[in-house]
């Protein structure tokens, strides 16, 4: 089974902490993602990964930056963290471009 | 903005067939449509997925009409356990290469 895994499931930061979130998975998966989710809204994509050291944009990137040194693990790193980006953080990963698998998830709150 | 509609929530008894549609006109000549089903505090699982006509699996039917504008999940027999939010996913022609749009899912509730 594909196992994707994030660093936290329960975090608390601080309006303008720097903040990473860390996602790894164990399948050797080109495309890598990650979403934020929030009531109402559903999954919104902030950046996806579909090699090393490669990123694309998604829907809502601003505020928000990822990393890609190895092709297991993902970050999303918050540069200065404000309290509208207390979210559910999801990632995922995927072989093919749509049936990913996800982790369980981060819920940030900034205070 | 989601490329793709359903509708918010549904409820249902134990025991009846559940049809959740999901519309999706930009609908890219390639893609494939699929389905994930979401429970409180975990990540989305997948569940389904199909080009056209229907496909069946031991969870799900997911049947497509030939214009491909649409698909329905269907659950036979629904129980408890099937509450969840389940969301459609489906490429987008209308960006760049790896856009994906999840639709903003539908909340299912089962009750006895």
């Known amino acids: 089974d594909v196992k994707v895994t994030q660093s936290s499931r329960y975090l608390v930061k601080r309006t303008g902490e720097k903040v990473f979130l860390e996602c790894v998975q164990d399948?050797?998966?080109?495309?890598m993602f990650w979403y934020r989710q929030d009531p109402g809204l559903g999954l919104r994509l902030i950046y996806f990964s579909y090699d090393v050291k490669m990123k694309e944009k998604g829907d809502i990137p601003e505020g928000y930056s990822v990393s890609r040194e190895k092709k297991e693990r993902f970050s999303l790193i918050l540069e200065s963290a404000s309290t509208n980006q207390t979210s559910m953080y999801l990632c995922?990963?995927?072989?093919?471009?749509?049936?990913?698998?996800f982790g369980p998830g981060t819920r940030l709150t900034v205070l | 903005l989601a490329k793709t509609t359903q509708p918010i929530s549904m409820d249902s008894y134990e025991g009846q067939e559940v049809n959740i549609t999901c519309s999706h006109n930009n609908i890219a000549t390639n893609d494939y449509i699929t389905w994930y089903q979401q429970f409180p505090s975990q990540g989305p699982r997948f569940i389904i997925q199909?080009?056209?006509t229907k496909v069946t699996n031991e969870v799900a039917s997911l049947f497509i009409p030939a214009d491909r504008k649409s698909s329905t999940l269907s659950l036979p027999r629904v129980s408890l356990s099937d509450t969840a939010v389940y969301y459609c996913?489906?490429?987008?022609?209308?960006?760049?290469?790896?856009?994906?749009?999840f639709g903003k899912g539908t909340s299912l509730l089962v009750t006895p």
């Open positions: 995922a990963s995927s072989y093919a471009r749509d049936t990913q698998y």
């Open positions: 199909g080009y056209k």
């Open positions: 399948m050797d998966h080109e495309n």
């Open positions: 996913l489906v490429g987008d022609d209308s960006n760049s290469g790896y856009a994906l749009n």
